[in-house]
């Protein structure tokens, strides 16, 4: 296992290196001028040329970029041209607002999806069958704002229930960070308060984000579920009259998820992808909105250092999938 | 019935976590507003309106414009003279404005000041590039400047309430490698207005605090019942912010609210919308080098092609005025006489037969670049595009970013055919508007993007830019504007009616086109 680690981590760094020479080279020849962007609105060509020639976006691009990447490195990932902040500390500081976001997400579509998966396999064609075929493509077909504001408007502004928006109250203060999820920080703390307030404000933003992964997650296991049914092993079990509930919920739930645990590594990324308009919705302050107004801005230190970023999660993502892959079916080491 | 336990515990977690929420309605004597934020918090790197909205709370000027119509008042200063010829500008401060570090505001301030705002070159500098170099601010003694031009410079007056007064001795501890503080005054304060910012609440584009500042100069007796604390909390989406205003939990949007949202405020309870007419010009820019818009009548179809009411009545629900010409129908230099161009499919088809008979390329499809994320731009985009469709002209929308728009238009040929825009006020003055729109010495700038040149046009620019009294000037921009309209460069939508929702609790509030009646001082909060 460790050798297959080590493996896996060393062909990670040739893909990271191609992303972001591919992201750099993106970034810098679309049309937005980034010396346009920081001179404002007012400002004269004169203005601008002097502030390209002062940040360095006169020089060729290569050039440019050997000087990023000797810095990227050393883990400097620069500073953002409008706040003057190191970005790495940008991201530090958001990134855990994500992940506790895409993870809860994760978690609600994986605790839900799987048993919603086998119980519309199990059922085939029949109507428990229909009605989760019909949710799960309305799942995927959904537009996550729209789901996002219909939310707002029921359990925040109707019912009175749940935050609008943000990660915390007003006035709340937070807990020291260990995790960085204020969910889990507030506990450790042993500060409960804290804890059902982050807890209140996570609620609709992961169940909007969870909603793709959901469905996906849905059809994936009945379509492994049905599968399964139909092997041998499954076929004796039943003839020798293993009890029902044992065997679709250990045996055949375990031979199934291979395809689903795949899916779920795949999804991680998907959410950190989708969290960009969840978290606008909602004002989440974690790097989607962070990467929504560098984007804006042509503030492009900040867009290559969240792809980068996310390019990482990705990866150990897709390392953990194969490590799961390899738990659930030890034969499967072989393979990998 | 009877409950398991663990059914129990289900129910009881699930009624705690959705049991009401608490506190929505905002805290007493705190001011929470949800425009954007600025991208940063120093007043000389960033003009937007974020940026403006923040200095004037945090920062004071030499002048400020208040009121709409916006006036210029003295602010930090007690009297000015100017010399006969223009050139010479002399003001006399205030005596015992305190910093909010408590040091006195003096004119060394203002010199340093106006030498970081030229040294930084970022866009709050633009208007005094041509007029001062870094010496040409002075301090004869501590509570007198000199301004030496280079030239009389007529927007000079109406360009000072740009430039906030930072606290010299403050940022010069704070310089490193002679970057004027920038990186400092990124995130920290270095004022003397009326709220003072908690540096350790900053994060960008997220939130910032900033507290009531008791020792202002101006004093607080014009307001018995002053806002305690402001919290800035910008939302993203405009549904999130209306709805946060309609719960209580923001007590100001922005002011360009789609008027659906507008409808949904005024509907509510709690809540209203504050209406002003602003100096604000949506235009839709056509590159006057690009065929076919170097022809005059293939331009002309095309301003005639447009349907500015039904645009101004059912798009944007009356929230605008019909504004047909360069500059904004509020501002002195606006030619009343002009009636500009209506909307006459007949007179567009009259004019789309000359332009093809002139060669035009009039059935080749035509690119429009509209901005995301604002709808209306789009909105006025599909209008257009269903109208012109009915000429034969093939009308494409691109969405675009501002950033691209403004980068593109650095170079006639890159620039797109056609784009929209708002042009937002920065100073209260025509050349801020028509003086850097269609004065060729412009072209490169995005303001310039019609790449528009006519000889006559930049001589009378040119000539009421160098000159200093208002009535010598103003007839010259009548007359530039008369010029430019009869060449339809552009097309001219409308001057803004700002729509801004306002919790109930809010009172005092103060709109000035400059700003956008984000300066919080004149405020208080209703019990």
């Known amino acids: ?336 | 019935m009877r409950l398991s336990r663990r059914e129990f515990a289900a129910i009881a977690g699930a009624a705690t976590l959705f049991g009401p929420a608490a506190a929505r309605a905002g805290a007493p004597d705190i001011f929470v507003p949800g425009q954007n934020m600025p991208a940063n918090l120093d007043p000389h790197q960033i003009l937007d309106l974020g940026a403006t909205a923040y200095a004037l709370n945090v920062y004071d000027n030499l002048f400020r414009y208040e009121n709409n119509p916006a006036k210029m008042q003295p602010w930090l200063v007690e009297s000015h003279t100017m010399s006969p010829d223009g050139l010479t500008w002399d003001f006399k401060l205030h005596h015992g404005v305190k910093f909010h570090d408590g040091s006195e505001l003096t004119a060394d301030d203002v010199v340093y000041s106006f030498q970081r705002v030229l040294a930084l070159g970022k866009a709050p500098a633009a208007p005094f590039l041509p007029i001062l170099k870094p010496g040409s601010v002075s301090a004869p003694d501590p509570y007198s400047v000199r301004f030496r031009l280079e030239r009389a410079y007529g927007p000079f007056f109406g360009t000072l309430a740009i430039v906030a007064i930072v606290n010299s001795r403050l940022l010069k501890a704070q310089e490193k490698d002679g970057d004027w503080a920038a990186g400092w005054l990124s995130s920290n304060d270095a004022g003397s207005g009326a709220y003072r910012t908690i540096p350790a609440s900053y994060v960008p584009n997220e939130h910032v605090d900033m507290e009531r500042f008791p020792d202002h100069f101006v004093g607080w007796n014009d307001n018995p019942k002053p806002i305690k604390t402001i919290e800035w909390r910008p939302t993203q989406v405009t549904s999130t912010r209306v709805l946060a205003l309609l719960d209580g939990s923001l007590d100001m949007t922005d002011s360009f609210l789609p008027s659906d949202q507008v409808e949904r405020i005024e509907k509510a309870p709690n809540a209203h919308v504050a209406k002003n007419l602003t100096m604000r010009l949506l235009v839709i820019r056509l590159n006057n080098t690009k065929p076919p818009f170097d022809n005059i009548n293939a331009r002309k179809c095309f301003a005639h092609a447009f349907n500015y009411r039904g645009f101004i009545d059912e798009i944007v629900k009356g929230y605008a005025q019909r504004n047909p010409a360069p500059l904004p129908n509020n501002i002195w230099g606006y030619p009343k006489d002009v009636v500009g161009y209506e909307y006459d499919l007949t007179k567009a088809k009259e004019y789309f037969q000359k332009a093809v008979a002139e060669g035009a390329p009039m059935r080749r499809p035509i690119e429009m670049h509209v901005q995301q994320p604002l709808e209306q731009t789009v909105q006025a985009g599909q209008l257009f595009q269903s109208d012109l469709a009915t000429l034969g002209i093939d009308l494409k929308l691109v969405s675009d970013t501002f950033v691209n728009m403004t980068s593109a238009s650095a170079k006639a040929e890159s620039t797109p055919q056609m784009w929209i825009h708002w042009v937002s006020t920065y100073y209260v003055d025509p050349d801020n508007w028509i003086g850097q729109m269609y004065d060729s010495r412009y072209h490169g700038t995005w303001k310039a993007s019609c790449w528009y040149k006519n000889p006559e046009v930049d001589e009378l620019l040119g000539k009421a830019r160098f000159l200093v009294d208002q009535e010598d000037r103003a007839p010259l921009y009548e007359k530039a504007a008369r010029l430019v309209v009869a060449d339809s460069p552009d097309i001219w939508i409308y001057n803004m009616v700002e729509v801004c929702g306002l919790s109930n609790r809010v009172e005092g509030f103060r709109h000035c086109p400059v700003g956008s009646g984000g300066e919080v001082r004149w405020m208080s909060l209703k019990a």
């Open chain 1, 1 to 336: 296992m460790v050798k297959f680690l080590l493996r896996r981590a060393l062909y990670a760094i040739p893909s990271l290196f191609g992303l972001l020479i591919v992201t750099f080279v993106l970034i810098r020849v679309v049309p937005a001028d980034p010396a346009a962007a920081l001179a404002g609105d007012n400002a004269t060509p004169q203005q601008v040329e002097a502030i390209r020639h002062q940040y360095g976006f006169d020089r060729s691009i290569p050039e440019q970029l050997l000087l990023y990447l000797g810095k990227v490195v050393q883990f400097d990932f620069g500073e953002s041209q409008y706040s003057h902040r190191p970005v790495g500390l940008d991201i530090r500081q958001r990134l855990p607002a994500t992940l506790e976001l895409t993870i809860a997400a994760l978690l609600i579509a994986t605790v839900l999806g799987v048993p919603l998966g086998v119980v519309a396999g199990i059922h085939h064609n029949r109507w428990p069958d229909f009605v989760l075929r019909f949710v799960s493509v309305a799942g995927v077909a959904v537009a996550a704002f729209w789901f996002a504001i219909m939310l707002q408007l029921l359990f925040a502004m109707e019912l009175g229930w749940l935050p609008l928006r943000g990660r915390m109250g007003s006035g709340v203060i937070a807990p020291p960070e260990i995790t960085g999820s204020l969910v889990l920080d507030s506990l450790f703390a042993g500060r409960l308060d804290v804890f059902w307030d982050a807890l209140r404000h996570l609620v609709l933003p992961a169940i909007t984000l969870s909603l793709g992964g959901l469905a996906s997650i849905t059809r994936f296991t009945r379509a492994g579920v049905l599968e399964t049914m139909q092997k041998d092993f499954v076929l004796y079990e039943r003839a020798v009259g293993y009890p029902r509930r044992r065997l679709v919920w250990i045996y055949v739930l375990r031979n199934s998820v291979i395809a689903t645990v795949t899916q779920i590594g795949l999804l991680f990324g998907a959410l950190i992808a989708g969290a960009v308009v969840v978290e606008s919705i909602f004002d989440w302050p974690g790097i989607g909105n962070y990467a929504v107004l560098a984007i804006l801005t042509a503030d492009y230190k900040v867009m290559l250092a969240v792809t980068l970023m996310i390019g990482v999660i990705y990866t150990i993502v897709n390392i953990l999938t194969d490590l799961v892959h390899g738990l659930l079916d030890p034969r499967l080491w072989e393979q990998l």
